[in-house]
């Protein structure tokens, strides 16, 4: 019932930058916490940012200070800016809705209900 769609992925050089977007349809986008998850080659999902219904935002340590979620209800779409970006940022990125009434850590995988597919990113 709840669909996501990504976009924006690619290929950039270090230190270079990309904006993320993802957009949400289905069902009330307000009503959800919105998260950024990235899988990379024999490792395992990490929670990277979160944004909630008030627009808290959540950031796992190492990319606080390069990257920025944010949301814009009206377009019903949560954004992921991406700058200075390093060898390590290399991964499959993820968009997430948590239904209102969930509860737990806001990076955590396994509070999150709807995942889109994925976007690759890849830094070199």
């Known amino acids: 019932h709840v669909q996501l769609v990504e976009s924006g992925g690619g290929s950039v050089q270090t230190g270079g930058s990309l904006r993320l977007s993802c957009v949400v349809s289905?069902?009330?986008?307000?009503?959800?916490?919105m998260g950024w998850f990235r899988q990379a080659p024999g490792k395992e999902r990490e929670g990277i940012a979160a944004?909630?219904?008030?627009?808290?935002?959540s950031y796992v340590d190492s990319v606080k200070g390069r990257f920025t979620i944010s949301r814009d209800n009206a377009k019903n779409t949560v954004y992921l800016q991406m700058n200075d970006l390093k060898l390590e940022d290399t991964a499959m990125y993820y968009c997430?809705?948590?239904?209102?009434?969930?509860?737990?850590?806001?990076?955590?995988?396994?509070?999150?209900?709807?995942w889109g597919q994925g976007t690759q990113v890849t830094v070199s």
């Open positions: 997430a809705a948590r239904p209102e009434g969930a509860s737990g850590w806001v990076l955590d995988s396994e509070n999150y209900s709807y």
């Open positions: 289905g069902h009330t986008y307000s009503d959800y916490c």
């Open positions: 944004i909630e219904r008030d627009g808290k935002t």
